[in-house]
């Protein structure tokens, strides 16, 4: 049974709370479609392909973490820009997008969903970072190093970068902190912490030398491999809370 657009966004912003986050982008309702919704798509962004896919779908909704709008970003409408956006109006599609809302969620965010698929012991989130971004624990078993770069292959069917100081590093991990997408910035707060690893999705140049100076173990699994499952935990609860049919569609990234 098809429930409000109203009802959609209401219950989506009652749970992740977007007015408590300063943000780079606006969060919640970006584009108005049909009123009524049967069907949800959820994807990481909202690029054309996932917009293609929901058409084909015939979705009344698009969920995501990535969505439009972000600060500094040019207000013209040409080129991809323009058919992004007239692909939703033309199809009445409304489009909701959820960025730090979403990071942070503690059961429907990204850093929680990335702890369930790592098997994860979650402690807390870090007080050094502010809005509750980065989230520390423990590993489910102690491994070394390279055992837990496989194992954050296996779980996200991608090798992540691993830096360590030692390559030939044998010690047992126990302690970490993540922060999925492009959270390499935190590294400096993660040494800080004391732990063994930190796995987040990207790597900048400075990073792999804080790490190797350090030693810390640092992993760079993916940007988008970090940040699938939050958008998708978060379409299942709204799913089975309303009532509407929910399909994820994976529009893989390597970045």
Request: with cysteine.
């Amino acid at each position: 049974m098809p429930c409000t657009l109203e009802q959609l966004v209401g219950l989506a912003n009652e749970s992740l709370q977007p007015h408590r986050f300063n943000d780079y982008c606006p969060n919640g309702l970006q584009v108005q479609g049909r009123p009524l919704i049967a069907r949800v798509v959820s994807g990481v962004t909202a690029c054309q392909a996932l917009i293609d896919a929901a058409i084909e779908r015939q979705a009344d909704a698009i969920l995501v973490h990535h969505g439009y709008f972000w600060r500094g970003e040019s207000p013209v409408l040409t080129g991809s820009r323009l058919k992004r956006i007239k692909s939703l109006l033309d199809n009445e599609l409304s489009l909701l997008a959820y960025h730090l809302p979403l990071d942070a969620h503690p059961e429907y965010g990204n850093n929680a969903s990335l702890a369930r698929v790592l098997g994860f012991a979650v402690h807390g989130c870090a007080p050094s970072v502010e809005q509750q971004l980065m989230m520390v624990g423990e590993l489910g078993a102690p491994m070394t190093g390279d055992q837990l770069s496989a194992h954050i292959g296996a779980c996200l069917n991608r090798p992540p970068l691993h830096i360590a100081a030692d390559p030939n590093d044998a010690r047992k991990l126990k302690s970490v902190a993540w922060c999925t997408g492009g959270a390499q910035g935190y590294v400096e707060q993660a040494i800080e912490l004391g732990v063994d690893a930190y796995i987040t999705g990207e790597v900048s140049e400075q990073t792999v030398h804080s790490a190797r100076e350090s030693g810390l173990h640092f992993f760079a699994a993916g940007h988008h491999a970090t940040e699938r499952y939050g958008v998708q935990a978060l379409g299942r609860y709204l799913a089975e809370e309303l009532g509407v049919e929910h399909h994820f569609v994976d529009i893989d990234n390597p970045a």
